[in-house]
């Protein structure tokens, strides 16, 4: 059976289809179950086999290679699923047990050089163990670097992250640790959270209110001390920006009747020289003002002052919401979009109208996408 293959076919005349395959071929183990004949010949005579079933139409229902050749063969099919499987494992135990990758937060004045100088010492580089990393020996190396007020060593994923705070003096080079949580400048719903150092009071899907504390201004060390920080992050939400209008159902509007009156007055340093007044009778009027400078050549600063009154009436204006929706609601529109930057995007917009008393009170909103600290 080192190059053998064994044949199940299905054939009503059995004994034929045997005697014809032994005339050209060895031909061992014959069986018949169920009404299916199985047998196996060498694989040299595999051509001519199938050849004389193919001629008597026999269908082969199975062929199973034996020996080396079927060995071989079902070990490659075993090795497409299994090598697969085991890549996929030792994957997934490298990302459970091992980092591959180095990140300094927080050194402005401090060189990256001199933190991996330390690294390397401690045998920090390359694809390592999380098991062998000493963070507190590291921790404390570090913290003995000029400038160097607190330092945290974490793994975070398949990264060692090294958080530095760094000194900060003011005027007279006395160190300042009088830090305040970062507050939210908008009313929204926190879409990430990236926080670069601080310990976080929200979470993403939390609604926040303009004001309110986003970082606190500490964090908390291996060893399970409290210690100040400059609170830093980089928190987006979805923010609501909002116009409130209340517009009337009635509108009283001032117009004029195209009545004028107007009166002249000329000074002289501030003094009236000259006054004519005309009549003005009108109950209700507006105003238009011009002065002209009589003597911008000379020295004396003469000025004419022209008024102007036009009489007004009153005209209501029944159902001036309904009448004037649509331009009342593109004018509310293009206001609230004006509160968007150039660079932010629009993701929703939406309006509620609600009136009583005889006002309609409009409020439009339109949610963008942004950093809110």
């Not at 490298?94 to 001199?114: A, M, Q, R, T, W």
């Not at 601080?198 to 964090?219: C, D, H, M, N, S």
């Not at 009549?279 to 003469?302: G, H, Q, W």
Request: aromatic fraction near 8%; include cysteine.
């Amino acid at each position: 059976m080192i190059n053998d293959i064994e044949y199940t076919i299905k054939s009503l005349n059995k004994e034929k289809i045997i005697r014809q395959l032994t005339e050209i071929s060895e031909i061992k183990n014959v069986k018949l179950i169920n009404n299916q004949l199985k047998f196996i010949v060498p694989r040299k005579s595999k051509k001519k086999v199938e050849s004389i079933l193919a001629k008597k139409e026999i269908e082969i229902l199975n062929k199973d290679h034996q020996g080396i050749v079927g060995f071989l063969n079902k070990t490659i099919l075993r090795l497409g699923v299994i090598i697969p499987i085991v890549i996929f494992m030792i994957f997934l135990f490298i990302c459970n047990h091992f980092v591959f990758k180095y990140e300094i937060i927080g050194n402005e004045l401090i060189p990256s050089g001199d933190v991996y100088e330390i690294l390397e010492k401690n045998n920090i580089k390359g694809l390592l163990n999380k098991n062998k990393i000493d963070k507190t020996k590291i921790e404390n190396e570090i913290m003995e670097l000029d400038k160097v007020s607190f330092v945290s060593v974490i793994v975070k994923g398949n990264t060692l992250i090294i958080n530095l705070k760094e000194k900060v003096f003011n005027s007279e080079y006395e160190e300042k640790d009088d830090f305040v949580p970062l507050k939210s400048g908008f009313n929204g719903i926190i879409t990430e959270i990236n926080v670069i150092q601080g310990t976080p009071l929200v979470k993403v899907g939390q609604t926040v209110k303009e004001g309110q504390e986003l970082i606190a201004p500490f964090v908390i060390d291996t060893s399970g001390q409290k210690l100040s920080v400059k609170p830093m992050a980089d928190i987006k939400a979805d923010v609501f920006l909002t116009t409130i209008t209340q517009v009337p159902n009635t509108k009283l509007e001032m117009v004029d009747t195209g009545n004028i009156s107007s009166s002249k007055v000329m000074s002289l340093f501030g003094l009236n020289i000259f006054v004519k007044q005309g009549e003005c009778n009108f109950k209700n009027y507006r105003t238009e003002t011009n002065v002209i400078d009589m003597a911008s050549n000379i020295l004396l600063p003469i000025k004419i002052s022209k008024t102007i009154y036009y009489e007004q009436k009153e005209v209501w204006h029944n159902n001036y919401f309904e009448t004037n929706k649509e331009q009342i609601l593109s004018d509310i529109q293009q206001k609230t979009r004006q509160l968007v930057n150039s660079c932010e995007i629009i993701k929703k917009e939406y309006k509620t109208i609600t009136t009583g008393a005889d006002i309609n009170q409009i409020t439009y909103t339109v949610v963008v996408n942004k950093s809110i600290c």
